[in-house]
DNA sequence: CTGAAAGCGCTTACAG
DNA sequence: CTGAAAGCGCTTACAG
């Protein structure tokens, strides 16, 4: 007869206690008006019968789920996990707990919304997300904050939070003519990420402005150390032959310092130099040395934060975007100034 | 008049459509008895309100959340984003959505537990964590499966997927005996994970078997790239000098090797030969090349879900471990045989 | 401080 | 195929 014993609810631990089920529900909530004594009497009868309050029923009452839904693409980025931590710990700290939801680049992303709205998240943090404008309508309809981490658009009107990649993408062309590169190569993924595309229009309009340096080739749809340094063989068939590198993630600049070094036996930064993004913590490791870009993680994790809260505790609130400055970190891939 | 919508409920979808909520809540049940056309009343209903079931009233009646529970420590591991991606793709393709708490190890794994419990999920994953007794009764009470994957206990009745380390202990010693490494350091993290010491055990009892090689240190408390190349100033001054440095992590592994080829100008493998544990992507890139044992890691995520799927199913079935077999990886920070 | 009652949003026998 | 009713496990006015 191993029977299935019916789980504690608080009619069952009621009764052991000899109380009702209002009492059991005001020892379980906070500052509620209870006796110590039918307190006592309450947690005895609950340990017993190891009673916890279920969240699922609170939740219809309560309203509050403390579910926030975390939505990540992007996931061959390095420093994806140390983010995800961060996510955890500081939501958690908050009491609330994430639902994860994966998404690759193609799949829909609406579907995940749709679901994390049924399970009634009280808002939702998308990383990397291209975003679209049925996606954000979703959240509208069901007054659910959103805040987009990481890319931007102008034709939505939502949270988001990012680095200011004009900026970024004009001190990085300023370096790169004050160190004496002249043919450039440009690197980065999706192309349709806004945040690559705007970094890179203010790369080149600072090159053109000063008529100074040439981007001899600008490649997309390459990420990650494998495919960095498989397109190193194509940029060494390039001619001219380039100077520099640009790339659009730390991962893929180390491919291509692997290709360059392993593959072709060149002297970086002498031969060639490149320049990643992102500042993974790899990038500092003994023999990679990589020139790259320092992003504000954990101030964007922060903020991104603040921001769905502030949503949340503010309903009628406007979406407020945040830009962050980064910061150009110069090692052994770059020459000296 | 920004007056708050009211959220569309199974009640006013249906006075929209004419129908009961029955009908309404049969439309979107699969297979459940509606004639097409009050589905699609109900349906232009629906969408018309933006309506979709709220799964926390349904799980109240269904017992079922589709929500498991995700529970990782040990996040300085770099192939960790990518575990935890297959664990998220691979749940959501049967339908389920994973919660996922951030576990310090310091920090009392039973209460993530408690409330992964409370939101009712169905199954727990626990990745990287030491077993307590406490925590696997507390799964016991509310009949919740869970499974342990990449730490053992022997004390703890729970389903759990390992390597088997064992086995790959003693064929590391092999190895290390057949290069003719006479002098080895043994280096690990957290001491109380199960898993490390077995190894170790077997290891050195195939010294001891063979009366060759020697243990000249056995380091613990050591994980990561910095800690590993810190550890590296440590190495050096033990005497004899060591021939080999075996890890427990390919990050450490890399941090030795950062540290003895940057800091110190060792001839890897011919001063000091180093072997890690993992194959880490990063360790086959074009300067690392470590040797180190490749783990059969999307195996222990399918077994695991496998395993936790087959408990959910079978509510009083036994706990059934599952050992799987690593292979080691011979690059170039060790001697050819 | 306490309990009976109503109700959160849903599903599921039940009877028609 | 359909709807009225009961009930999932909880909380929260309400009256005492």
């Given amino acids: 007869m191993k029977g299935k014993k019916l789980r504690a609810t608080s009619h069952t631990v009621a009764k052991l206690a000899g109380v009702s089920r209002s009492a059991v529900s005001r020892t379980f909530t906070p500052n509620a008006s209870v006796s110590q004594k039918t307190k006592l009497k309450v947690m005895a009868a609950a340990n017993k019968l190891g009673y916890r309050p279920n969240f699922m029923a609170q939740s219809l009452i309560t309203k509050k789920t403390h579910l926030i839904g975390l939505i990540m693409a992007d996931w061959d980025n ?33 579907d995940s919304i749709n679901f994390l709205l049924q ?12 975003p679209s404008q049925e996606m954000t309508s979703l959240c509208d309809k069901k007054d659910t904050p959103i805040v987009l981490v990481g890319d931007s658009s102008n034709k939505i009107q939502i949270c988001n939070v990012n680095i200011d990649h004009k900026a970024i993408g004009t001190k990085l062309a300023n370096l790169a003519l004050d160190l004496g590169y002249k043919r450039i190569v440009l690197i980065r993924g999706n192309k349709k990420l806004k945040s690559s595309a705007i970094r890179i229009d203010a790369f080149k309009k600072v090159l053109k402005k000063q008529d100074r340096g040439k981007i001899i080739a600008n490649l997309t749809g ?34 291509i310092l692997d290709g360059a070094t392993t593959d072709f036996n060149l002297d970086v930064p002498k031969d060639l130099a490149i320049i990643g993004f992102g500042d993974a913590p790899i990038s500092s490791w003994g023999m990679n040395r990589l020139t790259t870009v320092q992003l504000p993680t954990q101030i964007m994790i922060d903020e991104s934060i603040d921001c769905l809260f502030h949503q949340i505790k503010n309903p009628h609130n406007k979406a407020k975007s945040i830009m962050l400055n980064s910061t150009i970190i110069l090692r052994d891939t770059t020459k000296k100034l």
């Fill in 222 to 255: 390459i990420l990650g150390h494998d495919q960095g340094r498989k397109a190193m063989k194509d940029i060494m068939k390039l001619k001219p032959k380039p100077d520099l590198v640009l790339c659009s993630s730390d991962l893929t600049a180390l491919g």
């Fill in 119 to 130: 399970y009634q998240v009280e808002g939702i943090i998308m990383l990397s997300i291209i």
């Fill in 78 to 110: 390095p420093y994806y996990a140390s983010t995800l931590r961060s996510y955890g710990e500081k939501l958690q700290k908050e009491g609330y707990q994430v639902i994860l939801v994966t998404v690759n680049k193609k799949s829909a992303t609406s």
